[in-house]
Nanobody, 116 residues
Framework: QIQFVESGGGWFHPGRSLRLSCAAS????????LGWYRRLPGRQREWIAG????????YADSSVLGRFTISRDNDRNILYLQIDNLRSEDTAVYYC?????????WGLGTQLTVSS
């Protein structure tokens, strides 16, 4: 069964950096395009970044371009999202999944709160 387990969230001050992790299983991780998604407060879940299987190509929504970096470790089946210069508007629940064709079930996500 496909499983995604996100971690690394918490409460952070603006301006700090952090790296979210996603442990995935139940499919061929190294052959899959993967992505990060987030659900802002009161909003629907949205895509924010994607990465090719060999990590040679990455994609990001314009709203996060320049501060968010997606990467992966195909040996450990882990997807990462580095977020620099945290802003209050980054507060959201962050999820990982395949991209662009998502799979069910989704993981529980990891809550990131950015506040002073």
């Amino acid at each position: 069964q496909i499983q995604f387990v996100e971690s690394g969230g918490g409460w952070f001050h603006p301006g700090r950096s952090l790296r979210l992790s996603c442990a995935a299983s139940g499919f061929t991780f190294s052959d899959s395009y993967l992505g990060w998604y987030r659900r802002l407060p009161g909003r629907q879940r949205e895509w924010i970044a994607g990465i090719s299987p060999n990590q040679q190509t990455s994609y990001a929504d314009s709203s996060v371009l320049g501060r968010f970096t997606i990467s992966r470790d195909n040996d450990r089946n882990i997807l990462y999202l580095q977020i620099d210069n945290l802003r209050s508007e980054d507060t959201a629940v962050y999820y990982c999944n395949k991209w662009p064709n998502k799979s069910d079930p989704w993981g529980l996500g990891t809550q990131l709160t950015v506040s002073s």
